[in-house]
Each structure stands twice: as C-alpha cells, then as structure tokens.
C-alpha cells in the first residue's frame, strides 16, 4: 500500500520561500507519478506541478510556473515542491498524491490520482 506523509508547511510573508516534502513509501520508485495540489478554504482542489518518477519531465499549472519547482530524490523516496515569491493567494492546505503509472503520461488532474497524503498548511501575509 502506498502512503504518503507531507512536511514543509508554514507560515511566511509575502515573497518568501518554503520547500515542502512528500515521503513516500510502498510504491515503485521508478513508474509512479507524484503531484503536488493545493486547497484554499471553498475552494476545489487545484493541480499545481507533477513528475514521472522514471523520468525527467515535470508540469506545471500555469500559475505557479516559474515560481514553483517540483524535483525528486529516489534514494531518499521523496518528491520535493520549491515554492518561491509567495503570494497571500498561495495559502492553502498544500497536498502530495501518487499512482502507479508503467509510462510518463502524469498531469495535474486531481482526478488521475489514487493515493494522497494528510495535507500540510502554508500560509502566507502580506
């Protein structure tokens, strides 16, 4: 069984940075898509950055690219979110999700996803 645990969330102001992290474990290092999601309070659920963890290739919602980075270190099975230049609009409960996936055809649909960690707050002021 998969899980997953996030880390990283905090509080910030306006402009700064925070690294949040997703353990995962019970899944395939090299045939799973990990992405990162965000939910502001009455808000859906939104896709931000994913990866293919067999690969190289990452995606991004248009609007967090260039500000956001997602990256992977599979000796340690965690998949990292860099968000830089926040914003008062970024806070959310921040989410990392994953599915068992044989090619690279990740994407940033809530939907596609199958296992999802318990959340981690980030909140940001202007």
């Known amino acids: 069984q998969v899980q997953l645990e996030e880390s990283g969330g905090d509080s910030v102001q306006a402009g700064g940075s925070l690294r949040l992290s997703c353990i995962g474990s019970?899944?395939?290092?090299?045939?799973?898509?990990v992405g990162w999601f965000r939910q502001a309070p009455g808000k859906a659920r939104e896709g931000l950055a994913a990866?293919?963890?067999?690969?190289?290739?990452?995606y991004y919602a248009g609007s967090v690219k260039g500000r956001f980075t997602i990256s992977q270190d599979n000796a340690k099975n965690t998949v990292y979110l860099q968000m830089n230049s926040l914003k008062p609009e970024d806070t959310a409960m921040y989410y990392c999700a994953a599915r068992r996936s044989g090619v690279n055809d990740c994407g940033i649909s809530r939907y596609e996803y199958t296992y999802w960690g318990q959340g981690t707050q980030v909140t940001v002021s202007s």
């Open positions: 019970g899944y395939i290092n090299n045939r799973t898509c």
């Open positions: 990866l293919y963890t067999g690969g190289d290739s990452t």
